[in-house]
């Protein structure tokens, strides 16, 4: 049996080692509650290049960061296999990143450039962004393809945490991201959860680790 397939180490130390990129972590004060934290594990099927996945999962967790939560991503394998018990009670979500063989197979509309496999019962965990037609958004030296990236994982992972029909008219949860105030937004490093989102995941996120620490208390 193998074990289980840890953080690719080469993205980790380029991670560790990039502070001109590095994004703060959430650290709860003295007597506040345990802040929520979650963990994604995800899969490079459209062989990103390291840079721009870098960037893009900075980003990712900066948007997540500013929305009091604390995120950590991980690059794994088809077989790794999540583990059944242990002290981390971070709820993992899973983000399959497609190149267009595979995107065009799951969703034919060109326009999608990602999807989630959000629940009314808060357990939704898998999500996907479809790496070749980010391809469509303006990118320029403020708004990179890595900064495209991360915005659109934090929206996919945005639809597991907060549920179904959770798009809104403004904000990274907005459906429609060519309109002039997203992009604008997403530049300028603003386009992030609204202050009611924020809370929402929170909950969810706590509701989720609550769950695992149920399931993990030996009698």
């Known amino acids: 049996m193998k074990n289980a397939q840890s953080c690719n180490p080469w993205l980790t130390l380029v ?22 934290a979650v963990r994604l594990m995800y899969y490079n099927y459209a062989r990103v290049p ?60 060109f326009e999608a450039i990602g999807s989630a496999y959000s629940t009314d019962d808060n357990s939704g965990k898998i999500a996907n962004v479809f790496y070749d037609r980010l391809q469509g958004l303006p990118t320029s030296a403020s708004c990179s393809r890595g900064t495209i990236l991360g915005h659109v994982i934090a929206h996919e992972l945005g639809h597991l945490l907060l549920g179904r029909k959770n798009h809104s008219s403004s904000g990274i949860m907005s459906a429609n991201w ?14 992030l959860f609204s202050s009611e989102e924020a809370k929402h995941l929170r909950k969810n996120i706590l509701e989720r680790q609550n769950s695992l620490r149920m399931t993990n208390t030996v009698p």
């Open 15 to 36: 991670m560790l080692s990039a502070p001109a990129l590095a994004q703060p972590t959430v650290e709860a004060k003295p007597g506040q509650s345990p802040i929520p």
């Open 178 to 191: 060519q309109r002039d105030k997203q992009i604008i937004q997403l530049r300028a490093g603003a386009l």
């Open 50 to 109: 390291i840079s721009v996945r870098v960037e893009g999962l900075q980003t990712t967790t900066r948007i997540f960061n500013s929305a009091g939560i604390q995120f950590t991503a991980c690059e794994t394998q088809p077989d790794w296999k999540e583990p059944q018990s242990g002290h981390d009670l971070a709820p993992v979500l899973y983000l399959r990143i497609l190149p267009d063989s595979m995107a065009n197979r799951l969703e034919p509309r």
